[in-house]
Nanobody, 130 residues
Framework: VQLQASGGGLVQPGGSLRLSCAAS????????IAWFRQAPGKEREREGV??????????YYSDSVKGRFSVSRDNAKNTIYLQMNSLKPEDTGVYFC??????????????????????WGLGTLVTVSS
């Protein structure tokens, strides 16, 4: 059972990146998939970015990324994507995807404790800098 985030890199402010989160060993259909990020020097803090119910694609976005980030999914590929546009230096960090119970309102609104998530992937580093 594994989640794997990929697609990070170095991008200039105002640029775009698309992250992928692929699952193996289980199907994403039954879960909500959240993206979190951890800023440099804040190893104990993970900020929720988005949470998507995979059955219908409904997505909750944090205020800090609303209007700039969007989520899409490909259930056939067992993969979810985070399209990040108009990137800012404060978007810099390690991005993680996590799978949680799709019926949990707290999971769907990024208010659940981190240990409520069933699976976590290794992160991918996004650096926004000129």
């Amino acid at each position: 059972v594994q989640l794997q985030a990929s697609g990070g890199g170095l991008v200039q402010p105002g640029g775009s990146l698309r992250l992928s989160c692929a699952a193996s060993g289980f199907t994403l259909d039954n879960y909500a998939i959240a993206w979190f990020r951890q800023a440099p020097g804040k190893e104990r803090e993970r900020e929720g970015v988005s949470s998507t119910r995979m059955t219908d694609g409904s997505t909750y976005y944090s205020d800090s990324v609303k209007g700039r980030f969007s989520v899409s999914r490909d259930n056939a590929k067992n993969t979810i994507y985070l399209q990040m546009n108009s990137l800012k230096p404060e978007d810099t960090g390690v991005y993680f995807c996590a799978a949680g119970w799709a019926q949990s309102a707290a999971i769907l609104t990024l208010t659940a404790p981190l240990n409520d998530y069933d699976f976590w992937g290794l992160g991918t580093l996004v650096t926004v800098s000129s």
